[in-house]
């Protein structure tokens, strides 16, 4: 089992800046590729980055390359998504996600990919 917990999350204006921190706890961090995923408001649940085991292999989905940046800390058992340059359509609830994996460039962009997900952290941009 592996429990994570989202936190970061807030109001922001447009054109801000906000970080997410994705704590994991309960099994080897370094094992499971991490994702995170946004839901909007009557909107499904989306795609938004992934980040392999070690770190070398990032995915983004197309409405956030070169805004956010996925990364992690091993050594802290916590994955971080860098918001910038945030718009109001960036509004959403965000999770965080784990799947077990013994291939260290695997960064899953599915949902079904996924076995353990966070509760989520709102974040609220402002125009």
């Known amino acids: 089992q592996v429990q994570l917990v989202e936190s970061g999350g807030g109001l922001v204006q447009a054109g801000g800046s906000l970080r997410l921190s994705c704590a994991a706890s309960?099994?080897?961090?370094?094992?499971?590729?991490m994702g995170w995923f946004r839901q909007a408001p009557g909107k499904e649940r989306e795609f938004v980055a992934a980040?392999?085991?070690?770190?070398?292999?990032?995915v983004y989905a197309d409405s956030v390359k070169g805004r956010f940046t996925i990364s992690r800390d091993n050594a802290k058992n916590t994955v971080y998504l860098e918001m910038n340059s945030l718009k109001p359509e960036d509004t959403a609830v965000y999770y965080c996600?784990?799947?077990?994996?013994?291939?260290?460039?695997?960064?899953?962009?599915?949902?079904?990919?996924?076995?353990?997900w966070g509760q989520g952290t709102q974040v609220t941009v402002s125009s």
């Open positions: 309960g099994r080897v961090f370094s094992s499971f590729a």
């Open positions: 996600a784990a799947t077990y994996t013994g291939s260290y460039t695997y960064s899953p962009r599915l949902q079904s990919q996924y076995d353990y």
């Open positions: 980040i392999s085991r070690s770190g070398g292999s990032t």
